[in-house]
């Protein structure tokens, strides 16, 4: 696997593969690879000749206060996992590289409306700086394939959104969430946690997956969010929101949809997960619609 730090030679050696008619597959990262990444990266592996991983912290989208400092940063471990997952190419810029100008004049992107809440109402312009970093790197590599996964839902929801009003000719796969097998979603930030608070974090997902099922059993949604959300509390979780959507995010409209979205994040000390899960509820009877 080739490692490059700087972009005229990720341009030089992405054009070779080009004109050779090979087909890209990008899968962002901001490494300490886990197996979530490495699903990415196997997903990618089955869609195209070459694929390319990249690494960068990207500090546009970290608030103040945010762990931009502290992210664990493990460039030589995430080469070897990346190696061994058959990864052709790593790209690895400095933030020099990639915002030369420094980041208070850097040119950004903004994906309105499903952007906001959810994480981006906590997160206050964490998806201008995913959306611009996103479409940096769309433009750098130029593949045509990007993998993502579903564990940063909103993320999801936010490119797909990015591709089609920008119009890049790149074709969007939302891998599902990898999960430890006590639940939790598999995430660098779960390493912030000390050990008992580690050993609470799977209830999050089991607290998600018991709302689903009282969702689906017809239990009415205001009522099955707010025992979830004193399920955690009683936990001892501080609850950041938890809220069904539509499938692509629009707000959740009983009348109109049977499928959705339950997303979540949670604090637990200092530090905040996120997870989702699909939901199907039944229509409420007299909704006036009819299937068939
Ligand atoms: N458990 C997972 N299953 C599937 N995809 C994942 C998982 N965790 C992360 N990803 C995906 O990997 C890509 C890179 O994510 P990122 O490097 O932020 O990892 P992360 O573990 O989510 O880190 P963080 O803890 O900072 O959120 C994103 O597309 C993200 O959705
Ligand atoms: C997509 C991404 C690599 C952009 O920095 C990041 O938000 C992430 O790791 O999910
Ligand atoms: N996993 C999405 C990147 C972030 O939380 O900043």
Redesign the pocket.
Known sequence: MQTLHDIAPLRETLQTHRMAGRRIAL??????L?A??L??VDRARGLADVVVATLFVNPLQFGAGEDFGQ?PRTLESDRDKLAAHDCDLLFAPSVETLYPDGLETQTQVQVPDVSEGLCGGTRIGHFDGVATVVSLLFHLVQPDIA??????FQ??AVIRKLVADLHFPIEIVG?????AEDGL??????GYLGDDDRALAPAFHRELSRCRDALASGRPPDAALSEARQALQASGFRVDYLEIRGPSLAPFDIARHAEGRLLGAVYLGSTRL?DNVAVSLPRPTGSGIRHG
């Open positions: 899968v962002p990262t901001m490494g300490n886990h979530g990444h699903a990415l992210y993998c993502f996964g579903e564990k940063d993320q999801l891998v599902p969430t990898v999960r979603a598999l995430s660098s930030r779960n996120i």
